[in-house]
Nanobody, 114 residues
Framework: QVQLVESGGGLVQPGGSLRLSCAAS????????MAWYRQAPGKQRELVAR???????NYADSVKGRFTISRDNAKNTAHLQMNSLKPEDTAVYYC????????WGQGTQVTVSS
């Protein structure tokens, strides 16, 4: 059974940083592409960053230069380092693995507010 569990969300002031983590069981990050998505209230879920097993990654224009996606294959976890956070980054953030099917975590809330 595949399970993805996100953690690390919370309330942070504008300009602050957070590091999200995604722990996987039943599937290996090292053998699959993975991504972070987010969904703000009243908006569609959008891609934030994607990491491919080839080693390449890509980011939404809105987060380029501020967010960094990474993997720790030894621990079967992935991370999203978020710096210089803005109020518009407020959303529920989801971890996803693209394999023979798409798998999703339950999400973690990130709120950027003063």
């Amino acid at each position: 059974q595949v399970q993805l569990v996100e953690s690390g969300g919370g309330l942070v002031q504008p300009g602050g940083s957070l590091r999200l983590s995604c722990a996987a069981s039943g599937i290996l990050f090292s053998m699959n592409d993975m991504a972070w998505y987010r969904q703000a209230p009243g908006k569609q879920r959008e891609l934030v960053a994607r990491s491919r097993i080839s080693g390449s990654s890509n980011y939404a224009d809105s987060v380029k230069g501020r967010f960094t996606i990474s993997r720790d294959n030894a621990k079967n976890t992935a991370h999203l380092q978020m710096n210089s956070l803005k109020p518009e980054d407020t959303a529920v953030y989801y971890c996803s693995i693209q394999s023979f099917a798409d798998f999703w975590g339950q999400g973690t809330q990130v709120t950027v507010s003063s």
